[in-house]
């Protein structure tokens, strides 16, 4: 006998991806966006068009039955960073007040939620609160603190990924008790940190994710060649000035003068103005060079908007910048090691692979959550399956969350849900096996 689960805010179908090579079955998917849920239905076969608060408003709808495991990346907007942080003041952030409503009325044996790693962080100290106590009224064994990973900590044959995407995931396992005490789990079932001994600097995303054949419009523009042509130079002449060292501050620009004639305005902020000293003297000590290296580019001109006149070296002892991970940011282009990328985000800052001197492509991005190669995005532009991919989740850390708190709550399980239980155990290190056989 399998376990059953419902998938709310079910996005793509990263949470449907683990729990089916787990083995479970779907009985319920809703998506209010109507382009993911054309992506889920057409490889997961299942119909998620719709919208919680109809299907759990005042009442709950009959399509939402009975089931073993709920999961549900629930809108992160009101917790983002880059959104107002406004939480459940914020109508989106209401939503977990419906997935209470279907906890209430199916009691299901595991409950995981995710969210953006923000929704755990100090301003949001009110909210966390009220998810954490309201679980526990409705008696579900939780950890008042967060459990947060990343796919770069896990090593490959666990189905881990080069991509730093910490998430916070609340996991609640009901408990038939009456002592209070029993409902409140000691530590996270996880911890921010590598598995089995896992070193995430050995991740090659080159080698490791593999990269893509079919790169159709993942090309740089003229634009972007000349960006990092230039600055490929610089960081080629600085390196030899320097004995192999970049600034590890940003490199502004439009501030370079002499130390001298560096005049600070009242009111800068000390952050700022410890960086303007910093630009002010790296620009005395290397004048010569960036005189000629900025006439030479015609740097001043209309060529390089301001924020492509900033460098953020983050990339250590990367000989060259074209050996990078780049990112084109407001901030200016960012570049870091090869090894794994930042963590892939519904506003599209497409990663630039500089060892490839070309954008991420699409399939790539999937791959970097975990997802096969036969996923198909059908008929849609790149940008938006990009913002699908940022919203998701990733499966392979899905599948190491759902693993562990099913393992270190075994003996509620094995009464509470047995199948759940007898499914993880007989589970592999990763879904990834399952999920290319399915998808080839």
């Given at each position: 006998?399998t376990?059953t689960?419902?998938?709310?805010?079910?996005?793509?179908?990263?949470?449907?991806?683990?729990l089916?090579?787990?083995?479970?079955?779907?009985?319920?998917?809703?998506?209010?966006?109507?382009?993911?849920?054309?992506?889920?239905l057409?490889?997961?076969?299942?119909?998620?068009?719709?919208?919680?608060?109809?299907?759990?408003?005042?009442?709950?709808?009959?399509?939402?039955?009975?089931?073993?495991?709920?999961?549900?990346?629930?809108?992160?907007?009101?917790?983002?960073?880059?959104g107002a942080?406004?939480?459940?003041?914020?109508?989106?952030g209401?939503?977990?007040?419906?997935i209470?409503?279907?906890?209430?009325?199916?009691?299901?044996a595991?409950?995981?939620?995710?969210?953006?790693?923000?929704?755990?962080?100090?301003?949001?100290?009110?909210?966390?609160?009220?998810?954490?106590?309201?679980?526990?009224?409705?008696?579900?064994?939780v950890?008042?603190?967060?459990a947060?990973?990343?796919?770069?900590?896990?090593?490959?044959?666990?189905?881990?990924?080069?991509?730093i995407?910490e998430?916070?995931?609340?996991?609640?396992?009901?408990?038939?008790?009456?002592?209070?005490?029993?409902l409140?789990a000691d530590?996270?079932?996880l911890?921010?940190?590598?598995?089995?001994?896992?070193?995430?600097?050995?991740?090659?995303?080159?080698?490791?994710l593999?990269m893509?054949?079919?790169?159709?419009?993942?090309?740089l523009s003229?634009a972007?060649?000349?960006?990092i042509?230039?600055?490929?130079?610089?960081v080629?002449e600085?390196?030899?000035?320097?004995?192999?060292?970049?600034?590890?501050?940003?490199?502004?620009?439009d501030e370079?003068?002499?130390?001298?004639?560096?005049?600070?305005p009242?009111?800068?902020?000390k952050?700022?103005?410890?960086f303007?000293?910093k630009?002010?003297?790296f620009?005395?000590?290397?004048?010569?060079?960036?005189?000629?290296?900025?006439k030479?580019?015609?740097?001043?001109?209309e060529?390089?908007p301001?924020?492509?006149?900033?460098?953020?070296?983050?990339?250590?002892?990367?000989?060259?910048?074209?050996?990078?991970?780049?990112?084109?940011?407001?901030?200016?282009?960012?570049?870091?090691?090869?090894?794994?990328?930042?963590?892939l985000?519904a506003?599209?800052q497409?990663?630039?692979?500089?060892?490839?001197?070309?954008?991420?492509?699409?399939?790539?991005g999937?791959?970097?959550?975990?997802?096969?190669?036969?996923?198909k995005f059908?008929?849609?532009?790149n940008?938006?399956?990009?913002?699908?991919?940022?919203?998701?989740?990733?499966?392979?850390?899905v599948?190491?969350?759902?693993?562990?708190?099913?393992?270190?709550?075994?003996e509620?399980?094995?009464?509470?849900?047995?199948?759940?239980?007898?499914?993880?155990?007989?589970?592999?290190?990763?879904?990834?096996?399952?999920?290319?056989?399915k998808?080839?």
């Amino acid at each position: 006998m399998t376990f059953t689960f419902i998938d709310l805010f079910s996005g793509i179908g990263g949470f449907h991806a683990a729990l089916s090579a787990l083995g479970g079955e779907c009985s319920y998917s809703v998506e209010i966006d109507k382009r993911a849920a054309n992506v889920y239905l057409s490889n997961w076969g299942i119909e998620s068009l719709g919208d919680i608060t109809q299907d759990a408003g005042e009442k709950i709808s009959p399509k939402i039955k009975k089931h073993d495991v709920l999961v549900a990346g629930f809108p992160c907007q009101p917790f983002s960073k880059s959104g107002a942080q406004q939480g459940m003041e914020e109508t989106r952030g209401t939503l977990y007040w419906n997935i209470l409503k279907i906890i209430d009325a199916r009691k299901p044996a595991l409950v995981i939620l995710e969210n953006v790693r923000n929704i755990a962080g100090p301003r949001h100290t009110h909210e966390w609160n009220i998810i954490i106590k309201t679980l526990r009224e409705r008696g579900y064994r939780v950890a008042d603190a967060p459990a947060v990973f990343s796919p770069h900590l896990l090593p490959k044959e666990r189905g881990g990924r080069p991509q730093i995407r910490e998430r916070v995931f609340i996991c609640a396992v009901k408990v038939r008790t009456k002592n209070k005490n029993l409902l409140i789990a000691d530590t996270p079932v996880l911890k921010l940190q590598p598995v089995d001994g896992w070193n995430p600097k050995n991740w090659n995303l080159v080698k490791d994710l593999p990269m893509d054949s079919r790169v159709k419009g993942c090309e740089l523009s003229k634009a972007e060649k000349l960006w990092i042509d230039a600055w490929n130079e610089f960081v080629i002449e600085i390196k030899k000035a320097t004995g192999g060292k970049m600034p590890g501050f940003p490199i502004w620009g439009d501030e370079w003068k002499l130390t001298k004639e560096l005049v600070v305005p009242d009111g800068t902020p000390k952050w700022k103005e410890n960086f303007l000293r910093k630009n002010a003297d790296f620009y005395t000590t290397h004048r010569k060079f960036i005189d000629k290296w900025v006439k030479d580019w015609d740097f001043y001109s209309e060529k390089f908007p301001s924020s492509r006149r900033k460098l953020e070296w983050q990339a250590q002892d990367t000989p060259t910048l074209w050996k990078t991970i780049m990112h084109m940011r407001p901030s200016g282009i960012r570049a870091k090691k090869p090894n794994y990328v930042p963590a892939l985000v519904a506003i599209t800052q497409t990663s630039i692979i500089g060892p490839k001197r070309r954008k991420l492509s699409v399939i790539e991005g999937a791959r970097l959550q975990g997802l096969p190669s036969g996923f198909k995005f059908p008929e849609q532009d790149n940008a938006t399956t990009f913002k699908q991919l940022g919203n998701g989740v990733n499966v392979g850390v899905v599948w190491h969350v759902v693993k562990e708190c099913v393992l270190q709550n075994e003996e509620i399980l094995q009464k509470t849900c047995p199948q759940l239980l007898a499914a993880v155990k007989a589970a592999p290190l990763s879904p990834d096996k399952y999920l290319e056989d399915k998808f080839s």
